[in-house]
């Protein structure tokens, strides 16, 4: 039974990997077309200082991250055995994304980030109803969050991305994504379907 569960939840992730790659390949594309018309404007502008962001995250929230990574895949694993959630579930959930944003805020890099985040863990408990009503398709969308935020952690957190800003696009879009369908709003085309 558990090596089932484990192979569809590598199933599940591959799915979603998979999108995130087409999603990370289109956005790519609109980049190079934006920095091929940016080039020529910026011959004529001062560059940007580039400092060492690395430097200055604390080595108590680079924890913190990590524990809270760790308790938002159990949450999320709790989502696929759909038993035992309820409100002091969706509570703890959405503190989880609360801190994570908390800790966020305290670095400019991450602010819009961060706001994304508070807001998405105060949705949680607003739209419990739709939350509960299909706890598979949920725990996909969720996942997919944490498969992005994860590699936001460690990228970012633990390694020295060569740009801290890159994964902001994909989270906010994703928790966007994820809101979109708690309110029950229609996909639009160049979102992400996961099945």
């Known amino acids: 039974m558990k090596l089932e569960e484990e192979l569809e939840s590598a199933q599940r992730k591959n799915k979603i990997l998979e999108q995130k790659l087409n999603q990370l390949a289109e956005h790519i594309n609109k980049n190079e077309i934006y920095e091929n018309k940016a080039s020529v404007s910026a011959l004529h502008t001062p560059e940007k200082i ?4 690395y430097e ?3 080595t108590d929230n680079k924890d913190e991250l990590q524990d809270l990574s760790f308790e938002l895949d159990n949450f999320i694993a709790m989502l696929f ?6 409100k002091d579930y969706l509570e703890k959930l959405s503190s989880a994304y609360k801190k994570y944003a908390s800790i966020l805020n305290s670095y400019p890099e991450f602010s819009d980030v961060a706001l994304s985040l508070a807001d998405f ?12 009503e299909n706890l598979n398709q949920t725990g996909v969308y969720f996942e997919a969050l944490q498969i992005t935020l994860e590699n936001f952690r460690q990228n970012v957190w633990e390694k020295e991305a060569q740009n801290p800003e890159f994964y902001n696009v994909s989270l906010k879009m994703d928790i966007q994504l994820i809101i979109d369908f708690l309110e029950e709003k229609e996909i639009q085309e160049n979102d992400i379907e996961f099945f």
């Open 56 to 58: 200055n995250l604390l």
């Open 50 to 53: 580039n400092y060492n962001y």
């Open 81 to 86: 055995k759909e038993d035992g959630l309820n």
């Open 121 to 132: 863990a105060d949705a949680i408990l607003s739209l419990e109803n739709k939350f509960m």
